[in-house]
């Protein structure tokens, strides 16, 4: 099985802050770094670090260069991503002094990709790969339908979510993974703790797919069909939450391919996560399969 990761380029720009900057305040950064990140690849460098054959492909600027080098040292294949003379797309982080992160995107790149590109990179897979997708680049929709001409193993984490979600063909969709939030507007639930009912509709909605719901400090939890599971999380010392529900989904999707169970996997990921969270940065905060494994 091959694993494609079909998402987000991005360069983030880290600003460490004493707290998340209010509406019409200035308030100076206590320390700026910039690193490699967006969903897309954050996922493709969890998904690699876990032991899996991971694909990128998207779009991005010269100015990326090396993010796709570290990518590659992962051992990532980014054979398909399109290099364009545009700018690659910048997320601008802040982190405030109790790890708490706000995030706001420019797409860059993840903006630009064409239909003729993606027809061009689904060529070389088929049946029985793996795809996996964010909604942070275009022709989302176009994507999920051509994988599943395909009959590739469809993945979508719907973040950021936004109405246009309930335009994609969903039911195509093998693998949901989203958190709190996104989990109750799919399923048509105002914000809410009760991570049962979210299951509940959501596996009612979508009978046939996964879904894995992270609820930060609640833990996570798995349904399909009448099948339910959940883990707590794994306590470790917060330095960094950046990445780590990137890493929590690659290596859910890595311990399932393997052969773990529902239950085995999301014990993983949550082990996997607590490892990230405890360390700085996105994909250099993402463990090693032997780490966790």
Request: charged share 20%.
């Amino acid at each position: 099985m091959k694993v494609l990761v079909y998402g987000s380029i991005n360069i983030d720009m880290n600003y460490h802050v004493d707290h998340i900057v209010l509406p019409g305040e200035t308030i100076s950064a206590l320390k700026f770094e910039k690193s490699a990140g967006g969903k897309g690849a954050n996922q493709a460098a969890a998904l690699a670090k876990a032991g899996l054959e991971v694909y990128m492909a998207g779009k991005a600027g010269r100015d990326g260069d090396f993010l796709l080098e570290l990518l590659r040292s992962y051992g990532v294949n980014t054979g398909h991503v399109a290099v364009y003379e545009g700018p690659t797309g910048h997320a601008i982080i802040q982190l405030d002094k109790n790890k708490q992160n706000s995030i706001f995107l420019f797409s860059g790149g993840n903006g630009e990709i064409t239909l003729e590109e993606i027809d061009s990179t689904l060529e070389s897979f088929g049946k029985g790969d793996l795809i996996v997708l964010q909604n942070e680049i275009v022709h989302l929709g176009e994507i999920i339908g051509a994988a599943a001409e395909r009959e590739m193993v469809i993945c979508l984490n719907p973040s950021p979510y936004n109405p246009d979600i309930e335009t994609l063909p969903l039911e195509r969709v093998n693998v949901f993974f989203v958190n709190e939030i996104e989990g109750a507007a799919m399923a048509g639930l105002p914000a809410c703790r009760d991570f049962q009912a979210i299951l509940e509709r959501l596996a009612a909605r979508f009978p046939a797919a996964e879904f894995i719901l992270t609820a930060g400090p609640e833990g996570a939890f798995y349904a399909r069909g009448k099948e339910r599971a959940g883990a707590p999380i794994v306590e470790s010392p917060v330095l960094d939450t950046v990445g780590a529900g990137d890493t929590f989904s690659g290596y859910f999707i890595a311990a399932r391919s393997r052969g773990y169970t529902p239950q085995e996997a999301l014990d993983l990921a949550a082990r996997a996560a607590s490892i990230a969270v405890s360390r700085p940065g996105a994909m250099a905060s993402v463990p090693r399969a032997d780490e966790v494994f």
